[in-house]
């Protein structure tokens, strides 16, 4: 430590900047910037870089795990020498992102036919941004006719187009891909369809 205090100290060094971005389990990239006590920018390196690094990461906690819910995080490190000029003091300010859900319900009017179809064999219909058609979930064994074919057909077409109609009134970065599920609703004798969309949301740490 005496070693890299002298190094810092001989370069003229008054502060350092890390500025980094990680998540995905992983820390993405990271540089440095030095700076004399008038704040200008010092633009040779420092020799004791790598030593350096290593006391950063020691002493700082970077959280990489994403989970589907936290995403990662990016800020910056400054790094100044301690009131006895002995050792460093890290002081680290970040963002932390976050993938969020919000849900949008709608009631869909189908005809008598459409309606009958869904009552009488629909446990539920699902399907994502992602995929080319629609899953559907039959309450129970039947025989599907052709008449039945066209039927289903016409509800899928009526759910997907409602679901990639959907867009969220929020002030925040929604993300392209959404998921959605439906099933008929006894109490307003009609198809709900839940459409969930992803968010990005930013907190400063």
Do not use: R
Request: hydrophobic content about 35%; some cysteine.
């Amino acid at each position: 430590m005496e070693t890299m205090v002298k190094a810092w100290k001989e370069a003229g060094i008054n502060k350092a900047i890390m500025t980094f971005s990680c998540g995905g389990d992983s820390m993405h990239d990271w540089n440095y910037e030095y700076f004399d006590e008038d704040h200008n920018e010092i633009t040779s390196e420092f020799e004791l870089e790598k030593e350096l690094e290593d006391k950063i990461f020691d002493s700082v906690e970077f959280y990489v795990n994403s989970d589907g819910h936290y995403m990662g995080e990016s800020g910056t490190v400054e790094i100044t020498l301690n009131d006895e000029e002995d050792n460093f003091n890290f002081a680290k300010c970040s963002e932390s992102e976050w993938h969020e859900n919000i849900d949008t319900d709608l009631y869909l009017d189908l005809n008598e036919e459409q309606t009958n179809f869904v009552k009488n064999y629909v446990l539920e219909i699902q399907g994502t941004s992602d995929e080319f058609a629609p899953n559907i979930d039959y309450s129970k064994n039947f025989i599907m006719t052709e008449e039945l074919q066209e039927i289903e057909k016409i509800i899928f077409e009526i759910v997907v187009e409602q679901a990639e109609g959907v867009v969220p009134d929020i002030e925040e970065e929604i993300d392209d891909y959404f998921s959605y599920s439906a099933k008929f609703s006894d109490e307003h004798n009609k198809l709900k369809l839940t459409v969930s969309n992803l968010y990005y949301s930013y907190i400063q740490d």
